[in-house]
């Protein structure tokens, strides 16, 4: 048993471009915690995008679902809910 968690594998994301190669036994901490491309789904309600870790901060940043709040009138929602009140 031992010697299967020490195999060298290649990272489970390694066919959308991660180059990690590592034991079997380091695999669910390098995707969970590491491997830039392992999958999220984003933390913005209503939001159904599926994106990889690297991309995390390009789509919080354009994501139609962030929360903001005007400064004129105090109303609060989405950027996407924004536009439909414009």
């Known amino acids: 048993m031992d010697s299967i ?15 990690w190669v590592g ?3 380091k695999m ?3 995707v969970d915690e590491k491997c830039e491309y392992a999958s999220f789904h984003c933390e913005n309600e209503n939001c159904k995008k599926v994106f990889i870790r690297k991309e995390i901060a390009k789509h919080l940043k354009e994501c139609v679902h962030n929360m903001i709040m005007c400064k004129e009138c105090g109303w ?8 439909v009140k414009n």
Do not use: D, T
């Open 5 to 19: 968690l020490q195999a060298e594998l290649p990272c489970e994301n390694s066919f959308i471009g991660c180059k």
């Open 23 to 25: 034991s079997s036994g």
């Open 28 to 30: 669910r901490e390098h």
């Open 76 to 83: 609060s929602g989405s950027l996407n809910e924004a536009e």
